[in-house]
């Protein structure tokens, strides 16, 4: 499996962004997709997770309401739209894929990308 994540970059405080996911080498509907974020001397985050289908969507609490995850699955793509950005979701973004659970954890993640970095100016 490979993840391929694209469309970080650097936007001022309350602007939009969305990174993106690329998805090859299985069948992409046999996993649920993730991602999560690692800011500079800070462990690593979860942030949003999607279902196989696409009909579940899972945020955490601090991107509730502000953040977007959607999927793809004719392109094998999972998306994050991220608006009303703040400084402090500056961060290193990863997605993750979990054959098993809906990639809430860390710890059941069994395929990372390389992460893309969004930087939030104040």
């Known amino acids: 499996v490979q993840l391929q994540a694209s469309g970080g970059g650097t936007v001022q405080a309350g602007g939009s962004l969305r990174v993106s996911c690329a998805f090859s080498?299985?069948?992409?509907?046999?996993?649920?997709l993730g991602w999560f974020r690692q800011a500079p001397g800070q462990e690593r985050e979860y942030v949003a997770s999607v279902s196989r289908n696409g009909a579940n969507k899972y945020y955490a609490d601090i991107v509730k309401g502000r953040f977007t995850i959607s999927r793809d699955n004719a392109k094998s793509t999972v998306h994050l739209q991220m608006n009303s950005l703040k400084p402090e979701d500056t961060a290193v973004y990863y997605c993750?894929?979990?054959?098993?659970?809906?990639?809430?954890?860390?710890?059941?993640?069994?395929?990372w990308g390389k992460g893309t970095l969004v930087t939030v100016s104040s």
């Open positions: 080498g299985d069948t992409f509907i046999r996993y649920a």
């Open positions: 993750g894929v979990d054959s098993v659970g809906m990639a809430k954890r860390d710890e059941a993640v069994a395929y």
